[in-house]
């Protein structure tokens, strides 16, 4: 009998060498086989298996539970409160003591047995990551589902090339394998959002990362939806935007207000039809210009300023609606107090308003971040 704090003898377990990470949202049927194919491929090698799950609706964190109680070397981090690919991938790097980490989709679109030569080729050292590419010679794609999403991807990744500096046929893969120690290093400096993880990698890294690709080969998803929407390019800028200027003022703060700027117009464009064509008087107009503006502003936010967090099911988009109304409300309220009294106090007006708009939309924000996608 050894004591409980003499070391174990190598012999008696595998020495941990790989973690596999799988960020997982409503992916509860693919799990049990994919945990299966990555331990056929894996074999003899020592692997832990993380899943990170984002408090599925399906019941894929109790799934992943009840996989690890017969199996310890499956993890499972369930997130409550938090959303997003790329930080599921960075909880991952963080929680795991082996020395490589591979990312890969859970749901089968990505082939396992990758995952050998990967592992071996970063080993050597002959490569700093190794990459899944959906684009490299040898590769094919079962289906691509919209064919402007081709188009898209390869306006990307020629965008990428250069931002990173780095040769690659398919920055945005979402499968590839890299020294954990090398991941940490650089997690203070990534952004988090979205899921474009592995191109914020490479492009944090003070030198250029060699990479090897694996070409492979794209499968259909074995069961349930894709969750991320085809706006590549989207998610591609708001990074650009996120490395540039992301400490001065946050990328969704950008966005947020960007919108609201926007809102403006609208809100404008309403109250001018109204008055000019329905010919109602300004008080009617200037209130279903503020609901059209609040509503145009909902909308745009969930498409874009809130992407990774989209609220999507009709029940969820009315009440998600109704609490943007309430906490604008508020925001309006704040905006008209400070500037009246700014005003009163003999501040000019523009800047009085300025001001109050300033409080309004930092409110708006703060209100709708927690309470309309705060999940
Ligand atoms: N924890 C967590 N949180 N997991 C998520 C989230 C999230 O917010 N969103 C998606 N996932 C998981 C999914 O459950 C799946 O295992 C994996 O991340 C990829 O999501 P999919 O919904 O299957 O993405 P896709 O197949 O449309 O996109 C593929 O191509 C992208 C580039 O075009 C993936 O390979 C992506 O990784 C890749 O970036
Ligand atoms: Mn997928």
């Not at 990744?157 to 250069?162: G, S, W």
């Not at 591609?236 to 809102?263: C, E, H, N, Q, W």
Request: contains cysteine; hydrophobic residues 50%; proline residues 5%.
């Amino acid at each position: 009998m050894t004591s409980p704090l003499s070391p174990i003898p190598a012999d008696s377990a595998q020495t941990l060498e790989l973690a596999i990470i799988l960020p997982t949202l409503d992916e509860r049927d693919n799990l049990a086989p994919l945990v299966e194919r990555i331990a056929a491929t894996l074999g003899g090698t020592g692997w832990e298996i993380l899943i990170v799950d984002d408090n599925s609706a399906d019941g894929t964190a109790d799934e992943a539970r009840r996989l690890a109680m017969s199996d310890p070397r499956i993890r499972v981090i369930q997130r409550i409160g938090r959303r997003g690919l790329s930080s599921a991938a960075i909880e991952g790097f963080c929680a795991t003591a082996a020395p490589f980490v591979a990312v890969m989709d859970a749901d089968h679109q990505h082939d396992p047995k990758l995952l050998v030569d990967m592992l071996a080729c970063v080993k050597s050292g002959e490569a700093d990551v190794a990459v899944g590419s959906r684009f490299a010679e040898g590769a094919s794609m079962a289906e691509w589902g919209r064919p402007d999403r081709e188009k898209l991807s390869s306006m990307a990744n020629t965008l990428a090339r250069k931002l990173t500096g780095v040769d690659l046929t398919d920055p945005m893969s979402g499968y590839f394998l890299l020294p954990s120690a090398l991941a940490r290093a650089m997690v203070p400096k990534l952004s988090g959002i979205g899921f474009k993880i592995l191109l914020d990698l490479l492009a944090t890294s003070p030198t250029p990362l060699r990479v090897q690709e694996f070409p492979m080969k794209f499968a259909a998803r074995l069961s349930g939806e894709s969750k991320l929407d085809r706006a590549i390019a989207l998610d591609f800028l708001a990074g650009l935007y996120d490395k540039s200027f992301g400490r001065v003022i946050p990328t969704r703060f950008a966005l947020f207000g960007t919108v609201g700027m926007m809102g403006v117009g609208v809100h404008l464009a309403i109250l001018y039809a109204c008055i000019l064509v329905l010919g109602t008087n300004f008080g009617w107009s200037q209130t279903v210009a503020t609901f059209g503006a609040m509503t145009f502003n909902f909308w745009l936010n969930n498409f874009l300023t809130y992407r990774d967090r989209r609220l999507k099911e009709p029940g969820k988009l009315f009440w998600g609606w109704v609490s943007f109304v309430a906490a604008c409300s508020i925001g309006a309220f704040a905006n008209v107090a400070v500037a009246t009294t700014l005003h009163d106090r003999g501040l000019h007006t523009m800047a009085a308003a300025l001001v109050g708009i300033g409080i309004g939309s930092v409110w708006n924000y703060a209100l709708s971040s927690r309470f309309v996608w705060g999940r």
